[in-house]
């Protein structure tokens, strides 16, 4: 990327205007990473006894008495790059992702920033300013 595309906003399809300064980062480590596209399912989470908080259940351990284990019970997660839900059905948000260990993409995000090789090319192509 140049130092151009550095201070340019893009207007990305169905998602909005977003700054490649910001970006610029986040998305060199995400095209590095293999993405997979598959229907976003619910996941084990543990969640607070009292309180409710949520955290996604991935193995790690923790104390019954403070947490329970619900099997379906983390509902949804959001696209990494523009933060807009991904869950199981229409009603939640996007059901079909991409996703790399444990990072999810939406599809607009993935076919826009992270699958072109050409990312200068993108970031003109969808320029604002």
Same mark, same amino acid.
């Given at each position: ?20 300064? #910001?970006?610029?980062? /986040? ?27 949520? $955290? ?23 696209? /990494? ?18 996703? #790399? ?13 992270? /699958? ?5 090319? $993108? ?7």
């Amino acid at each position: 990327m140049n130092k151009e595309s550095a201070t340019t906003a893009v207007l990305v399809p169905g998602r909005g205007r977003m700054m490649v300064a #910001s970006l610029l980062l /986040e998305l060199e480590e995400l095209r590095k990473m293999e993405w997979k596209f598959q229907q976003w399912r619910p996941t084990p989470a543990l969640i607070e006894r009292k309180g409710g908080a949520q $955290v996604q259940y991935v193995g790690q351990k923790y104390d019954p008495t403070y947490f329970e284990l619900v099997e379906d019970g983390w509902t949804h997660d959001h696209c /990494e790059i523009c933060y807009v839900i991904l869950g199981a059905n229409d009603e939640v948000g996007e059901t079909n992702s991409y996703v #790399s260990n444990g990072d999810w993409l939406c599809t607009i995000c993935y076919k826009y920033l992270v /699958e072109p090789s050409d990312l200068n090319e $993108v970031f003109r192509s969808l320029a604002t300013d």
